[in-house]
């Protein structure tokens, strides 16, 4: 078969550039995907090592490293899988995310009872954690608060998170258009820029981690809202960008299959045009 290779493929060194390109591509979105993740500095470190040692046994001819080096690689492989389990969850989740429609009604409705709601908050300097959930399922979160199967209402979620309620001092879960639990706790960030933050916005960052969320927080102390996405986490919005944040992402999970790093660039680009 090489001679159909060969006619197809008039120029022997077009393969190696194609090659280039893919490889190109692949570490690409791989970084990208890893980007603001709790496994990103470790796939960091690995590349630079490997990259330092394989130039060291090529260039100085060390033959007994770079065989070493080869026999390593299968269980290099292994330590990947166990290393970024979490990650690779997540992307094989987003893979088979269904594609919606477009936004709706009762996602517009949506927006504005949770903006009412945030803003309500905010005023009154209450804490507050929201977890709006896209494709990725978050029942064994769902778990570890309580039931509530309740129409979303600025009203019922202003009064869940309210000091002197049983649910207050936990997250909110949403599912569609119905408050699905209360008083879950949410997984905590492990990042190390996080370890500076407060109780629910590591909480925010951990859910976004683990799933494709969307997690509003309140601060406590200031009533500043942000909001968390994809590992990362934006601060200092007011309700018209939280309506216009809201929108933008809940209409993209409509149109198509969830794309994170077109979200994480809406919650950037609403930042820019604050500071703008």
């Given at each position: 078969?090489?001679?159909?290779?060969?006619?197809?493929?008039?120029?022997?060194?077009?393969?190696?550039?194609?090659?280039?390109?893919?490889?190109?591509?692949?570490?690409?979105?791989?970084?990208?995907?890893?980007?603001?993740?709790?496994?990103?500095?470790?796939?960091?470190g690995l590349v630079v090592i490997v990259l330092l040692l394989t130039?060291?046994?090529?260039?100085?001819?060390?033959?007994?490293?770079?065989?070493?080096?080869?026999?390593?690689?299968?269980?290099?492989?292994?330590?990947?899988?166990?290393?970024?389990?979490?990650?690779?969850?997540?992307?094989?989740?987003?893979?088979?995310?269904?594609?919606?429609?477009?936004?709706?009604?009762?996602?517009?409705?949506?927006?504005?009872?949770?903006?009412?709601?945030?803003?309500?908050?905010?005023?009154?300097?209450?804490?507050?954690?929201?977890?709006?959930?896209?494709?990725?399922?978050?029942?064994?979160?769902?778990?570890?608060?309580?039931?509530?199967?309740?129409?979303?209402?600025?009203?019922?979620?202003?009064?869940?998170?309210?000091?002197?309620?049983?649910?207050?001092?936990?997250?909110?879960?949403?599912?569609?258009?119905?408050?699905?639990?209360?008083?879950?706790?949410?997984?905590?960030?492990?990042?190390?820029?996080?370890?500076?933050?407060?109780?629910?916005h590591r909480a925010a960052l951990g859910m976004t981690e683990e799933?494709?969320?969307?997690?509003?927080?309140?601060?406590?102390?200031?009533?500043?809202?942000?909001?968390?996405?994809?590992?990362?986490?934006?601060?200092?919005?007011?309700?018209?960008?939280?309506?216009?944040?809201?929108?933008?992402?809940?209409?993209?999970?409509?149109?198509?299959?969830?794309?994170?790093?077109?979200?994480?660039?809406?919650?950037?680009?609403?930042?820019?045009?604050?500071?703008?």
């Amino acid at each position: 078969m090489p001679w159909m290779w060969t006619e197809r493929i008039p120029w022997p060194g077009i393969t190696g550039i194609l090659e280039i390109l893919v490889l190109a591509l692949l570490f690409h979105f791989t970084f990208q995907f890893f980007q603001g993740t709790r496994g990103a500095q470790v796939l960091t470190g690995l590349v630079v090592i490997v990259l330092l040692l394989t130039g060291l046994t090529r260039l100085f001819r060390m033959e007994a490293l770079y065989w070493l080096l080869q026999r390593f690689s299968v269980y290099l492989a292994i330590a990947l899988l166990i290393i970024f389990q979490p990650e690779i969850r997540r992307a094989l989740a987003e893979v088979g995310k269904p594609p919606l429609l477009g936004v709706t009604a009762a996602d517009r409705s949506l927006v504005e009872a949770i903006v009412k709601a945030v803003q309500t908050l905010s005023d009154r300097k209450i804490g507050a954690l929201i977890a709006i959930e896209r494709q990725i399922g978050t029942r064994p979160i769902q778990e570890t608060g309580t039931p509530i199967d309740a129409q979303v209402s600025a009203e019922l979620l202003a009064t869940l998170f309210h000091p002197h309620t049983p649910l207050h001092d936990g997250g909110v879960i949403i599912r569609g258009n119905r408050i699905v639990a209360a008083g879950c706790v949410f997984p905590l960030s492990q990042q190390d820029q996080a370890r500076t933050l407060g109780t629910r916005h590591r909480a925010a960052l951990g859910m976004t981690e683990e799933t494709d969320a969307l997690v509003i927080v309140v601060s406590e102390e200031t009533g500043t809202i942000s909001v968390a996405l994809s590992g990362r986490l934006r601060r200092g919005l007011d309700s018209e960008r939280l309506h216009r944040v809201l929108t933008s992402i809940l209409s993209r999970s409509r149109r198509r299959l969830a794309q994170l790093s077109t979200s994480e660039e809406v919650l950037t680009d609403e930042e820019e045009g604050s500071n703008g």
